[in-house]
């Protein structure tokens, strides 16, 4: 099964308006899907989001997986970034707002998507 996420930082921050940590957060998704069993086809980072086509298997909802590349994600990069993040989330270490997009795809359009999470950013 595809689907295409898009997840946006909270209030709307431009944490990834450099490739360091742009590269970094991509990396941690990389990470955590390789961790949990489903593949990253397409990824790209705009400033204030973040845009993914995934391949999953049927056994494990796009919730549970929305969890686990957030978490992941947010607990690496505070671990690596703490000091700059800390300048746009001084309460908690926070970095994803609370919602998220999804949108299943079908074999046909895959081709359509990457194309546009590649032209992202």
């Known amino acids: 099964m595809k689907v295409h996420l898009i997840f946006v930082t909270k209030y709307r921050k431009k944490i990834f308006k450099t490739f360091e940590y742009s590269d970094d957060i991509k990396q941690f998704l990389y990470d955590t899907a ?6 990253i086809i397409q990824m790209e980072t705009d400033k204030d989001h973040v845009h993914i086509l995934l391949d999953y298997g049927p056994e494990i909802s796009v919730s549970k ?4 590349l957030k978490q992941y994600s947010t607990y690496k990069m505070w671990d690596f970034h703490s000091e700059y ?4 989330y001084w309460k908690s270490k926070i970095l994803w707002s609370d919602g998220y997009f999804a949108c299943s795809i079908g074999q ?14």
């Open 34 to 39: 390789q961790k949990y069993g489903y593949s």
């Open 85 to 88: 993040l800390s300048k746009y």
């Open 65 to 68: 997986i929305v969890k686990q």
């Open 108 to 121: 046909v359009s895959q081709e359509i998507i990457e194309k546009y999470i590649q032209n992202q950013g």
